[in-house]
C-alpha cells in the first residue's frame, strides 16, 4: 500500500469554526490531490498540487484554501465550515501529471459539520 | 466537456455468479479510462487502465474491462464474484496531459450469499 496517512480520521465541528485536514505521504510522489466524496455524486477534485508551493483549484474549490511547505505534506483547510462541508475527504497522490497516471488514495477523513 | 456515467446505484448478484458493470464516457479524442474499487471505510484502489492497444483489458483480482469506441463504453466483467467483491466500483475518465481525472457517481455491489 502506498504510504498515505490522513488526519483525523474522523472530525466533528460547528458551523463557522475552521478546520485543517492533513495528508502525510512517504512516497516523494510530486503530485497530491483533496477529493471530497458525497452520495450520488461519486469523487470530485478539490484542489490539487504539482509542487511545494504550486497549487491550482478543481472543480468545487469554494470555501476550501489549501497549502503545501513540504513534498511530504498537504494541508486542506476550511476557514469557516459549513454543513454543506459535511463529507468523506480523500487525498490521494500519483508520481506525475496527466489523466493517465494512477492514484493512490488515503483511507479518508469523515468530517461532520454540525 | 468529459463526463462519465454509471447507470446503475446499486447491483446485485449471488456469489458464484457472473458480473457486469456500465460505464459510458464522453471524450472528443481516445480517453484514458479507469476502473477503481472501494471497499468500505478505505479509499480507492485502481483495478485497471485502458489508453490504447488490445480493448480488453485485463486488471487485479480477475476483472475485466472492454473498451467499446463505437458505444462510448467501458464496462467492467468478472465470470464469477466472491463475497469479498461486495464494494463500491467507481469508473473514471482523464484525457491528455493536463486534463484531471473524472470520476462517475458509483455502483455499489452486493453479494448474495
Known sequence: DAGITQSPRHKVTETGT????????????RYMYWYRQDPGHG????H????????????VSDGYSVS???TEDFLLTLESATSSQTSVYFCAISEAQGAGEKLFFGSGTQLSVL | AQSVTQPDIHITVSEGASLELRCNYS??????????????????QLLLKYFSGDTLVQGIKGFEAEFKR???????RKPSVHWSDAAEYFCAVGGGRDDKIIFGKGTRLHILP
Open chain 1, 18 to 29: 475552521p478546520v485543517t485536514l492533513r495528508c502525510h505521504q512517504t512516497e516523494n510522489h
Open chain 1, 43 to 46: 469523487l470530485r477534485l478539490i
Open chain 1, 48 to 59: 490539487y498540487s504539482y509542487g511545494v508551493k504550486d497549487t491550482d483549484k478543481g472543480e
Open chain 1, 68 to 70: 503545501r511547505s513540504k
Open chain 2, 27 to 44: 471524450y472528443g479524442a481516445t480517453p484514458y479510462l479507469f476502473w477503481y474499487v472501494q471497499s468500505p471505510g478505505q479509499g480507492l
Open chain 2, 70 to 76: 463505437s458505444q462510448s463504453s467501458f464496462n467492467l
